[in-house]
């Protein structure tokens, strides 16, 4: 599955090539490859590569959410190109102010029992 974002949240067209993302299931779930322009705006956090990083938002990120239907449950990907990740997976109660829990930072593929 193959996706393309051409336009930003606030629906102006990028300015840049488009942002690629591409899904593909694997022996351990799905695999999410992206493609992008690197800008380096801002410069890159003082996070250790391949570790979870709170905020990540704030810096040069691609994001994804998952939304499983049966649980009412989403998962929140931020890949980052300074290899730093950030994952987060929410129910929709979460939006009503109760709290969520922060998977094991190792985490880098969606399980195929979390879809």
């Known amino acids: 599955m193959d996706f393309k974002i051409e336009?930003?949240?606030?629906?102006?067209p990028v300015s840049h090539e488009p942002v690629r993302i591409r899904l593909n299931p694997c022996d351990k779930g799905l695999k999410m490859?992206?493609?992008?322009?690197?800008?380096?705006d801002p410069p890159a956090p003082l996070g250790e590569p391949g570790k979870p990083f709170s905020e990540l938002w704030n810096y040069e990120v691609v994001e994804a959410f998952f939304l499983n239907n049966t649980t009412?449950?989403?998962?929140?990907v931020e890949l980052c190109p300074h290899r730093l990740e950030y994952f987060k997976p929410f129910s929709?109660?979460?939006?009503?102010?109760?709290?969520w829990k922060q998977p094991e930072s190792d985490?880098?593929?969606?399980?195929?029992?979390?879809?």
């Open 92 to 99: 929709f109660n979460t939006l009503l102010g109760e709290e």
């Open 7 to 12: 336009y930003t949240w606030d629906s102006f």
């Open 72 to 76: 009412e449950q989403y998962l929140e």
């Open 33 to 40: 490859e992206v493609s992008a322009p690197f800008f380096n």
């Open 107 to 115: 985490l880098w593929l969606i399980e195929k029992s979390d879809i």
